[in-house]
């Protein structure tokens, strides 16, 4: 029967005693000879690195009780094997080596080497597509994963007047302010089932499954909600006072997988549903909603939310006007014009602005 191997890097909370150690070993190996699972524990340092083998539910259950140890943290899956055809540790229950307890030049490399691929795989998965660390954490190699075609609910999100306003304020403020609107709505996305597919500057885009449409628009509006609040307790002479966004949604079809060179891959999605989206999202600055979305998307929901008909519009790319939407909602009709949001900064001076507390 073809088995699991799984291979993790953690990072202990404490530094482990070598008392600590082995009451971990002990414990490892009851559960794991009970379950049939085998393998090796190497610790080094504050860094613990683990192979786990056997039938794929116990390795599973195996690694969860690993997970749920408050003793780890930021544990990292290196390698998922989903069909590994024999044990490399055949005999044994969970064998422990403690790297620090060998005073060997080789075993301070090996030492090294640990911490400083746990370092690099933390920075790297920071950097890294969502769909594609899950990929890696289920056994795949991303790089033959084939085209997919489906629909997909897809959110633009871009933050109002950013390139007018950011003339006018220090390089740190206009990137403190990207990064707060990246923070509110990445969140956001996350919390309600959705995944941030990438960063665009100041934009972002993400896309939800069909299923999840309201959560997308609830993803909007407490996006909206958060950059009001922060606005609040912003000074008005400062670029976080102009912290608004707007957003366009769609749900259609989309082609979904990685687009790129040998150079530079991308795993993301394409297609005319994403380029709506991004049309749909620079519309909320001649139509004052923060939030507009097109008919397969109202259709699609489920809650009564408080429609409101923004006409008939012929965005780029359309060869016919098309019914539009957003909803009678106070957050997404609290937008301000560039205009606006111009006249109030050159109402200030520059060392006013420099030196204005928030």
């Known amino acids: 029967m073809p088995m699991k191997r799984i291979t993790y890097v ?18 490892s190996a009851h559960n794991n000879a009970r379950s049939d699972v085998t393998g090796i524990l190497i610790s080094g340092g ?33 390698k998922v094997e989903n069909s590994a055809a024999s044990r490399l540790f055949p005999e044994w229950s969970m064998q422990t080596v ?55 609910v897809v959110l633009f999100g871009d933050i109002a007047a950013f390139d007018a306003l950011s003339a ?6 206009v990137a403190d302010h990207a990064r707060c609107f990246l923070e509110v709505l990445s969140a956001a996305v996350v919390l309600h089932g959705g995944q941030v597919n990438k960063y665009m500057g100041d934009k972002v885009m993400a896309y939800f499954p069909t299923s999840r449409v309201d959560d997308a628009i ?31 949604l769609t749900l259609g079809p989309v082609i979904e997988g990685n687009f790129g060179t040998d150079l530079k891959l991308d795993y993301t999605i394409l297609g005319h549903t994403v380029n709506m989206a991004a049309r749909l999202e620079s519309m909320t600055r001649s139509t004052g909603r923060a939030l507009m979305f097109g008919e397969s998307v109202k259709k699609a929901c489920q809650e009564p939310w408080p429609w409101e008909e923004m006409g008939q519009l012929q965005l780029k ?16 009709h609290d937008t301000r014009s560039v205009d606006d949001m111009i006249e109030h900064v050159l109402s200030t001076t520059e060392e006013h602005r420099r030196n204005c507390l928030c």
Do not use: W
């Not at 860094?47 to 786990?52: A, E």
């Not at 996006?223 to 966004?245: D, E, H, K, P, T």
């Not at 790319?317 to 997404?332: M, N, P, Q, W």
């Open 10 to 27: 953690s990072t202990s909370t404490n530094p482990l005693t070598q008392a600590t150690l082995d009451e971990i070993a002990r414990v």
């Open 317 to 332: 790319g359309e060869s016919t006007a098309c019914s539009y939407f957003s909803l009678k909602d106070d957050i997404v």
């Open 218 to 248: 609830r993803c909007c509006l407490e996006s909206l909600q958060a950059m009001r609040a922060l606005r609040a307790n912003a000074a008005q002479c400062r670029l976080r006072n102009f912290l608004y966004g707007g957003f366009g």
């Open 46 to 78: 504050e860094i613990f690195l683990q192979i786990l083998e056997g039938e794929a539910a116990e390795v599973d259950r195996a690694l969860e009780r690993i997970r749920q140890d408050p003793r780890h943290r930021d544990l990292q899956l290196i």
């Open 168 to 173: 006018f304020y220090s390089t740190e403020e």
């Open 98 to 152: 403690r790297l620090d307890d060998i005073n060997d030049a080789l075993i301070s490399a090996i030492r090294i080497i640990l911490a400083n691929m746990t370092e690099s795989r933390r920075i790297l998965e920071r950097y890294t597509q969502p769909a594609v660390l899950d990929f890696i954490n289920r056994g795949i190699n991303p790089l033959k994963i084939p085209y997919q075609s489906g629909d997909k």
